[in-house]
């Protein structure tokens, strides 16, 4: 079934006026359609050019040997007898002659203009009709084509008459347009094979760059360095090309490792000593009764703001392990309802705004309890802080077949359908001002989606503006 969807799509794709094989195999017909054409159309035109030259000459001949002829036949017989005689002799099968006088009254002519062929739609009428004037060539009479040759007849030194030599030719011509016809089917259906055989030689030779693209497709941060494109068989301008790219992925990969290293290396060496910081600030603010007021509410901003820090230093630190396989959980069944009424109570502090929904209890599943802890505390707090309070916010968890679901449910604005697929990207913020507001960093649901994937579960979001967002997290049980 696939394959058939897959059909249209492909087709599609092929007949693209943009695509390179499309372009080939247009341009490739188009030369051959051009060059055979021209090839047909020659040969037909040279086929009916030697078939009425040759009816002129044969016509032409007869004429001019006719007076000939007669002088011959003068030895033996009258003149009269001697037109009539030589005029049987060459008159035969579509060929007529006859001769008229300078009145124009016929002195002899062949028995083929009585036969029925010749007085078939007044064909005989019609040539009686032509002039004395002298010519030669081919004369279309109707459905009929005639080849004639008309000129005067002078036997010694005294002109005869006008001798009309004719001969139909409408059969023949008739067959050329029968082989010409065919002619141009064999072209056609020859064509039609190369066209098809060019389309398939073309598709075959771009296949090597359909599967780079495949394989380039399927790169990942994580597989830079693993990711080579090996086309040995392909062409040397295609092979030098995925050369070029296995380069680029190979510095890319150790652009892409420097990083990582440098965010865990970073991570780790500054969260230690903001902790010290922040807990000289706390320690400070609890034992110092000789703060000022304005002394207090600077070192409470500091002691926040160091807090802060630390809290996105551990995200990019559980980011960076995961980008490197470093990320260590200890995957085993748990049961889910401790897990997400703990995460509920670290997330509500006042204990008021956050409605647990336990429809299927016990339910395990294979988790790490700290990680899943994690994952529902920053989806309960960004609920908690995109929800006006007193709106509550709603964590149901429940089975649905392999499956253990876990659903966190605000009455926010809501998420706009554009940015629903960039929320779990790192720093991205669908209302930069809001977040501000919030103190959100932009990581959160980066966790959330890292740690959830790492678990072998899934976390997706539905959202409409005005209604709220539902965050539903699969975990396998």
């Not at 094989?21 to 247009?26: A, D, E, N, Q, W």
């Not at 597989?223 to 510095?251: I, K, M, N, Y």
């Not at 309802?337 to 599943?365: C, E, M, N, Y």
Request: aromatic share 6%; glycine share 8%.
């Amino acid at each position: 079934m696939s394959r058939h969807r897959d059909r249209p799509v492909y087709f599609r794709r092929w007949l693209n006026p943009n695509s390179i094989g499309f372009r080939l195999t247009v341009g490739v017909v188009l030369a051959m359609a051009i060059g055979m054409g021209s090839i047909a159309g020659w040969m037909s035109w040279h086929m009916q050019r030697v078939l009425l030259e040759g009816h002129k000459q044969a016509t032409g001949t007869i004429s001019k040997r006719f007076a000939q002829d007669v002088a011959l036949y003068e030895e033996m017989m009258t003149r009269p007898e001697a037109l009539q005689r030589v005029i049987d002799v060459r008159a035969y099968g579509d060929t007529a002659i006859w001769i008229r006088d300078s009145s124009g009254a016929i002195i002899a002519q062949s028995d083929t203009l009585n036969t029925s062929t010749w007085q078939t739609d007044g064909l005989n009428d019609q040539l009686q009709a032509i002039g004395p004037e002298q010519w030669a060539g081919i004369l279309p009479l109707g459905d009929r084509y005639i080849a004639l040759c008309v000129g005067p007849l002078i036997l010694g030194d005294e002109e005869v008459g006008t001798l009309f030599v004719v001969n139909d030719i409408t059969q023949d011509r008739q067959s050329f347009l029968i082989v010409t016809r065919n002619l141009i089917a064999v072209t056609g259906a020859v064509m039609l094979v190369l066209a098809i055989a060019v389309a398939i030689y073309v598709r075959r030779s771009l296949y090597p760059l359909k599967a780079m693209s495949q394989r380039i497709n399927a790169v990942t941060p994580t597989g830079l360095d693993a990711t080579r494109l090996h086309l040995d068989h392909a062409p040397s301008e295609v092979q030098e090309l995925a050369q070029t790219f296995d380069q680029t992925l190979s510095r890319l990969a150790q652009a892409w490792d420097q990083q990582r290293r440098l965010v865990g290396n970073v991570s780790h060496e500054l969260r230690t000593p903001l902790t010290l910081v922040q807990g000289y600030l706390q320690s400070t603010l609890r034992r110092c009764d000789t703060l000022t007021e304005p002394q207090r509410d600077g070192l409470e901003t500091a002691a926040a703001e160091t807090e802060r820090t630390i809290h996105i230093l551990q995200d990019l630190l559980v980011l960076a392990r995961a980008s490197t396989g470093h990320l260590n959980l200890h995957l085993d069944s748990h049961d889910l309802k401790p897990i997400v009424l703990d995460a509920i109570a670290i997330a509500d502090a006042s204990g008021h705004r956050v409605q647990a929904q336990i429809l299927t209890a016990p339910l395990t599943a294979r988790v790490d309890p700290g990680a899943l802890r994690q994952v529902l505390v920053n989806l309960i707090d960004n609920a908690l802080n995109h929800s006006a309070p007193p709106a509550p916010v709603t964590v149901t968890l429940s089975r649905e077949g392999a499956w253990a679901m876990v659903e966190v449910r605000d009455r926010g604005r809501g998420i706009p359908q554009v940015d629903q697929r960039e929320i779990f990207e790192p720093f991205y913020r669908v209302d930069a001002d809001r977040s501000r507001k919030t103190g959100g960093t932009g990581l959160g649901l980066s966790i959330v989606k890292t740690l959830v994937e790492a678990m072998q579960g899934s976390v997706a979001v539905q959202s409409y503006l005005g209604e709220g967002s539902t965050f539903i997290v699969r975990l396998v049980v």
